[in-house]
């Protein structure tokens, strides 16, 4: 959440960015908290000197007391003061809520940095790195290989469930919890503590992530329990320090999580309906960072060094694509996009997003330290990426080492885990 004394004190700012991002159509949310908030200034000024005749008629009717004078009008006239500013503090919380929900439309105030354009197809590369495959045959898509070996099972998980899933078996299964505890062991090893996150979680963990109220369609909702299956490890591990003042001197502070994530993908219906690609359940392996404002910027590029280890690794190709404002997510300041090549569609699909989210959840979820320098109370930044999503990793193996002969091979790093 943006702070609304910044957005009242920065309307261009804010709305150069909303610009930037293709959202004029919230320019009259940014001029809505303004009107709101010099409502609540008018009021609150109202409400003060209230409370200031009510100070000095005090003192007056302590000082008739004690000249046994007559008070009963001054204390009359304060019984109606009193009920004035009780309907002041009530209008007060009724512009307070009003100013609540206007902040949590904005999206997050993106970087300078951030390329223009409103599209994916605007977005901006930046390297590549590894060499596309060249076969000798027509490449196969993941699902064809997969369901003729006998190890990706669409139609089995549509009778038990239904569209989007799938039954991993064999050796896909063995890939599938060799890639988790490939990708764990790799990033505990750089610094990165584990923990395990539950894949419940209530409205207040998502709302501090921004996933709520905006995107409540995009989630799978427990009704009797008014709980959210996690989209992602970033929900259940950002939250696990709200409300929190942290400890300045364990920042950066890293977690990495294995979860299965769920998505209901409201909207994209019709879109890579086949394979591994949009599933509503995937695993992921999330990499998640709590910082000091001015470690952010640094910290990010070091995330995204570790997302790309474990690509270069299993020795995938794959670009790094910075995202232009109108891809930017809601809640993210800055965006970069890991992309595996995919032999069979003869393009790069997203594999990992890593994001600076600035103060803007830390606001939400209410996660601050105390600056040592200063000794004030600040919101840490927070930072998020995938590390990577496993099921598109399973994805790219099968496609980029198929043979000709309609298997495999397994990248030479995943021997030691898939032979236990």
Same mark, same amino acid.
């Given at each position: ?23 004029? #159509?919230?320019?009259?949310?940014? %001029? ?8 609540? +200034? ?9 409370? #200031?005749? $009510? ?7 302590? $000082?008739?007391? +004690? ?21 002041? %503090? ?18 997050? @105030?993106? &970087? ?30 993941? !699902? ?5 070996? *006998? =190890? ?15 039954? @991993? ?7 599938? /919890? ?6 764990? &062991? ?5 610094? !990165? ?12 963990? @998502? ?47 890293? !977690? ?13 219906? *019709?879109? &890579? ?9 995937? #695993? +992921? ?8 404002? &001015? ?14 280890? =474990? ?52 606001? /939400? ?17 927070? @930072? ?12 790219? =193996?099968?496609? #980029? ?8 091979? =397994? ?5 030691? !885990?898939?032979?236990?």
């Amino acid at each position: 959440m943006l702070d609304p004394k910044f957005v009242v004190s920065n309307l261009d700012v804010v709305k150069t960015s909303l610009k930037k991002r293709g959202k004029e #159509n919230l320019h009259p949310t940014v %001029d809505r908290i303004s009107e709101l908030d010099g409502s609540r +200034k008018q009021v609150l000024q109202a409400v003060e000197a209230l409370k #200031n005749r $009510k100070n000095v008629a005090s003192q007056e009717i302590a $000082k008739k007391k +004690k000249n046994k004078e007559d008070d009963s009008e001054l204390i009359e006239e304060m019984k109606k003061v009193s009920g004035q500013i009780r309907l002041l %503090d009530e209008k007060l919380s009724e512009i307070q809520a009003k100013l609540e929900a206007c902040s949590l439309e904005l999206p997050n @105030l993106l &970087d300078s940095s951030v390329p223009e354009g409103l599209g994916s197809n605007q977005n901006v590369e930046i390297r590549k790195w590894g060499k596309l495959p060249n076969f000798p045959f027509e490449a196969k898509s993941h !699902y064809e290989l997969g369901e003729k070996l *006998g =190890i990706l099972d669409f139609k089995k998980a549509g009778e038990v469930t239904g569209a989007r899933f799938v039954f @991993l078996k064999g050796m896909a299964a063995r890939l599938e /919890r060799a890639l988790v505890q490939l990708m764990l &062991d790799t990033h505990t090893s750089s610094g !990165y503590e584990e923990i395990f996150p539950p894949y419940l979680v209530n409205r207040s963990s @998502l709302k501090g992530t921004g996933h709520l109220p905006k995107f409540e369609e995009d989630l799978f909702k427990v009704e009797k329990f008014d709980y959210f299956l996690i989209p992602t490890a970033e929900v259940p591990i950002t939250s696990y320090h709200c409300n929190e003042a942290m400890d300045e001197r364990v920042l950066p502070k890293c !977690y990495v999580a294995y979860s299965a994530c769920f998505r209901s993908e409201a909207g994209s219906y *019709g879109k &890579d309906t086949k394979g591994l690609k949009r599933q509503h359940q995937f #695993n +992921k392996v999330e990499l998640v960072k709590f910082t000091k404002p &001015d470690q952010s910027v640094s910290e990010l590029e070091k995330l995204l060094a570790d997302a790309e280890k =474990i690509l270069q690794l299993l020795k995938l190709p794959y670009r790094l694509v910075a995202l232009c404002g109108g891809d930017v997510g809601f809640s993210a300041a800055k965006t970069y996009d890991l992309e595996v090549w995919s032999p069979f569609a003869k393009q790069y699909i997203e594999i990992s997003s890593v994001s600076n989210f600035t103060d803007f959840q830390a606001r /939400r979820a209410n996660i601050r330290y105390r600056d040592s320098s200063s000794g004030k109370m600040q919101f840490v930044h927070t @930072l998020n990426g995938s590390g990577l999503a496993v099921g598109r990793t399973l994805m790219a =193996i099968m496609e #980029n080492c198929q043979k000709a002969d309609g298997t495999f091979e =397994i990248p030479d790093v995943l021997s030691a !885990y898939v032979n236990k």
